[in-house]
């Protein structure tokens, strides 16, 4: 009986360290998926940089204030780009919206290096979030 005692304390010890573990691997990629989402929102609004509140709404980010109409709304974007190939297509958007439309007045981000991977990889984080 007391043999069967220790036993089960010792699974369930295991069982608390195995969670804890996964907790603590998790917590670095959360962090760093939060921190892609402020740097996103910081750089689409920053005029020196994305300035794509210039000409596009959020209407799910209140706080986010632009009247433009020039692009479409950026709303459901996790719904409409859906991962992961979608989310390929959206980087593209960002990155060189002219390949899809050669007419486009949207700045070619990518392409012309007016955001490097990283600062349009986050940006694609703060849209997922709309
Ligand atoms: C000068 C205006 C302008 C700026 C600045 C601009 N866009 Fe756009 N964007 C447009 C227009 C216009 C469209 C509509 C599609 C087209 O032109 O073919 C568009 C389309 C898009 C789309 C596709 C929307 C959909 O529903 O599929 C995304 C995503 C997008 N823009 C994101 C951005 C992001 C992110 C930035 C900033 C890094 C940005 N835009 C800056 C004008 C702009």
């Excluded at 996790?78 to 989310?87: E, I, L, M």
């Excluded at 600062?119 to 979030?129: F, G, R, S």
């Amino acid at each position: 009986m007391v043999s069967r005692s220790v036993a089960c304390r010792v699974v369930g010890t295991r069982i608390i360290l195995g969670c804890l573990s996964i907790v603590v691997l998790a917590f670095p990629a959360l962090a760093a998926a939060q921190t892609a989402i402020v740097d996103g929102r910081a750089l689409f609004m920053d005029e020196r940089k994305g300035n794509c509140s210039a000409c596009h709404k959020t209407p799910a980010d209140t706080l986010l204030k632009s009247a433009s109409n020039v692009g479409p709304p950026l709303e459901s974007i996790k719904q409409k780009y859906a991962a992961p190939v979608d989310r390929l297509r959206l980087r593209e958007a960002i990155s060189d919206l002219s390949k899809r439309n050669p007419d486009t007045i949207m700045p070619p981000y990518g392409k012309h290096r007016i955001l490097t991977e990283t600062e349009i990889n986050a940006i694609v984080a703060y849209l997922e979030t709309l």
